[in-house]
Structure formats: structure tokens, C-alpha cells
């Protein structure tokens, strides 16, 4: 049960100002870091986002961009499986940020923890991040790329156990889902 779960919080649209990944290799939290990036449309942060996630162009201000951080996130990706709660979302701010610095599209493949839920407790109203959360007790900071990412690996591991995974692939063939290219 390997994995890296990922979340960004953007400035406005598909730029990003924070990343947060989260590493589980044989099905345990290995870490979790996160970064803040000065996104390209810096000094601008939507006034709606930052009320959201609490990131002003002051906090960013002596942060590197997404290009002078890839060096030590690519690492992360290469050769491996994604997840991220709303998948589309972070899929979509990655490939952005990834062909706005004209930097190659690592091999990875994704899933999306929202399917993961919904397939796996059906009975639940909502499958948001802060719902599903809720449910199973994780405690975390909504919003903050880091926790997001930390919180989306539990609730998979947590989908996964409901259906006795033997690893990854037969947690995502259990539950019928597929691993999407990035």
C-alpha cells in the first residue's frame, strides 16, 4: 500500500501557493511536508481564496516558485501513484503549474479519495475532505495544503481497510475504481 497523497491551495485559479504531500509506503504515514510557493500571478491573491485557506501575498513574499521548488517535489512523483481529495482539482493545478514553467509531466498514475469514499461508506451525505474527516474522527487543519494531504491519506487507508485491500491495486479494483494517468 504505496502512495503519495497531494494538495495544493491556489491564489487564484490554477496557481498554486501551497503544496502538501504525504508519503505511505506499506500502508503506513512515512511524512508529510508542505511548502508555500509564490505562485505566478504574485503579488494577486484572490480575496475568496485567501479568506479561505488564510495565505496572503505577505506570507509568500520570501517563498520560491513552484519551478525553483520542482527540483525536490519531483522526487515525490516520479513512478508514483497519487491521490488527492478532489483529484480533478489537483490534477488540474499540477499539469498547470507543470506546463507554465515548461517542466515535464512526471510518469504517475492518480485516484481521487472523493470516489474512494463514496464507494466505500455509500450512506454518508456529504464526502467532503472536513465530512469524511469527521466521520472517522482525523482531526486535522482544513485548508492548509499539508493537513489536507495527511487527512486525504487516512481517509484512503481507511477506505481501503473497509474492503480488506491486499494492497493498492485490489483496494482500488474492491472498491471499482482505476488509477487514471497523470
Do not use: Q
Not at 484572490?46 to 527540483?71: C, Q, Y
Not at 480533478?88 to 503549474?97: I, T
Not at 465530512?131 to 482531526?139: A, F, L, P, Q, T
Request: glycine content about 4%; hydrophobic content about 40%; charged content about 25%.
Amino acid at each position: 500500500m504505496n502512495f503519495i497523497a497531494i494538495d495544493f491551495e491556489t491564489a487564484h485559479a490554477n496557481y498554486p501557493c501551497e503544496i502538501g504531500l504525504t508519503r505511505v509506503e506499506n500502508g503506513i504515514l512515512e511524512e508529510s511536508k508542505s511548502w508555500l510557493i509564490k505562485p505566478a500571478c504574485y503579488p494577486y491573491m484572490n480575496p475568496w481564496n485567501e479568506r479561505v485557506h488564510g495565505i496572503s501575498s505577505a506570507d509568500l513574499v520570501r517563498s520560491n516558485t513552484f519551478e525553483e521548488l520542482w527540483s525536490e517535489l519531483k522526487p515525490w512523483f516520479d513512478d508514483s501513484i497519487l491521490v488527492a481529495h478532489n483529484a480533478p482539482f489537483d490534477m488540474r493545478v499540477l499539469r498547470s503549474s507543470l506546463a507554465y514553467y515548461d517542466l515535464a509531466i512526471p510518469t504517475a498514475g492518480y485516484f481521487c479519495s472523493v470516489s474512494l469514499s463514496r464507494k466505500a461508506w455509500k450512506h454518508l451525505p456529504s464526502h467532503s475532505l472536513g465530512s469524511v474527516c469527521d466521520y472517522h474522527d482525523i482531526r486535522f487543519h482544513h485548508h492548509r495544503a499539508g493537513d489536507d494531504a495527511e487527512a486525504c491519506a487516512r481517509i484512503s487507508l481507511k477506505a481501503f481497510e473497509t474492503v480488506d485491500a491486499m494492497n493498492l491495486e485490489d483496494g482500488l479494483k474492491k472498491l471499482g475504481l482505476a488509477l487514471k494517468k497523470l
